[in-house]
């Protein structure tokens, strides 16, 4: 049966809109009528039209500003009201919060919602205690939350909400590598392949925003551990090269480290190639303090790609054996993973064998929605009855 379905969120270059937009197309496939309710540089970005939705746009903003926020909160009870929807689904705390003060208090006639809680909020002090406000009130004016990974679950049913389920969030399908492996490689600084006979050098690549959550300024020192082991080698495939693609506001920091230390480590930018630089990376390391799942690591176990990564938020649960996983934070640990893949063809093969099994294995987008969908009929089921 046909619903009406409010997709909303907030700001988005990334992660959450690009599943927003994929959730909203698979939807639509499927015969709902879908609205996306947000702001309008993010539909610039993603243009939620093309999957077949309509789009509203309201400004929700990335911070707290009580008299915009006022705003906000009646232009997102108008545009519900305009879309007929039957259920809204908010996208991150900010979304979630602003959807619950517009659609009010859970009660018999009120149009039930669900809020998919995406990232930890990961602040200290004042900031800290707001945003702490603002997840209680996301997680309790919902009907049913769900969250990426196990501890936003958790978190969710420790600030009051009354149901709380694991909401796994896919990464969506990679185009196709457009290069050759030889090429890319080549253009990276390692070389391609069989260069002289010579062994190759080993591509170490890292994928995600310049920003606190990344710690990339452990992964810049990790660098530094195996660049200054070098001596203790011939091979050179022990002394790896690193890449980073990604923007952020850390991005003149991390260069003066490079630049300082004098590292073999190229930020690359914004890069709309990722297939292409997995095909041909060595290994990939997420270094964050906290994730949920990130989707570079279920890409990257997909293209079979070699993971190092820190044990940190929902990433044990979502790489099983499949990665090598390290503490957050120790330089040390994320040098003598990298350097043990480096070293050991056999170790590369056998986790990229162990990724490519683990991609296969996680829930894809169908059964994301069949989730979804089942939702939004229990809901509406118990509206209706």
């Not at 232009?75 to 919060?97: K, T, Y």
Request: net charge neutral; aromatic share 2%; charged share 20%.
């Amino acid at each position: 049966m046909t619903a009406r379905i409010a997709l909303v969120l907030g700001t988005s270059t990334g992660g959450v809109g690009a599943h927003v937009h994929d959730l909203a197309a698979g939807l639509v496939a499927r015969g709902d009528q879908v609205t996306v309710i947000g702001p309008a540089q993010t539909d610039e970005h993603f243009g939620f039209a093309k999957a077949g939705a309509d789009f509203r746009p309201v400004s929700i903003a990335a911070s707290v500003n009580p008299p915009r926020d006022f705003a906000t909160v009646r232009a997102l009870r108008a545009a519900v009201a305009e879309a007929n929807a039957e259920v809204v689904h908010a996208h991150g705390v900010r979304a979630g919060a602003l959807a619950g003060l517009a659609l009010g208090r859970t009660n018999a006639n009120r149009t039930p919602s669900v809020v998919t809680l995406h990232n930890a909020m990961l602040a200290t002090g004042i900031k800290a205690r707001l945003l702490t406000q603002l997840e209680k009130l996301a997680a309790r004016r919902a009907n049913v939350v769900l969250g990426a990974s196990a501890d936003l679950v958790e978190r969710a049913r420790t600030l009051g909400a009354r149901d709380a389920r694991l909401g796994p969030v896919p990464a969506p399908p990679l185009p196709e590598p457009t290069r050759l492996r030889a090429d890319m490689r080549a253009e990276l600084g390692v070389g391609g392949e069989g260069d002289s006979g010579a062994a190759e050098r080993i591509l170490v690549l890292a994928v995600g925003r310049l920003a606190p959550q990344k710690d990339y300024a452990t992964l810049l020192a990790a660098a530094r551990i195996w660049q200054g082991a070098r001596e203790l080698t011939d091979s050179p495939q022990a002394v790896p090269r690193l890449v980073i693609a990604g923007e952020g506001p850390l991005r003149d920091d991390l260069q003066g480290d490079i630049d300082r230390w004098q590292l073999d480590v190229a930020l690359l930018g914004h890069r709309a190639d990722v297939a292409d630089l997995l095909l041909a990376a060595d290994v990939l390391v997420l270094s964050s303090t906290w994730e949920a799942r990130a989707l570079i690591v279920q890409e990257a176990m997909r293209a079979g790609v070699p993971v190092v990564a820190t044990a940190v938020g929902g990433t044990p649960e979502l790489v099983g054996d499949a990665a090598i996983l390290v503490p957050p934070g120790d330089p040390h640990e994320i040098a003598i993973a990298v350097q043990r893949l480096a070293q050991y063809p056999d170790d590369r093969a056998r986790f990229a064998a162990r990724g490519r099994d683990r991609a296969r294995a996680l829930p894809d987008a169908e059964q994301c929605l069949d989730q979804v969908q089942a939702i939004y009929s229990e809901l509406t089921d118990s509206v209706n009855r």
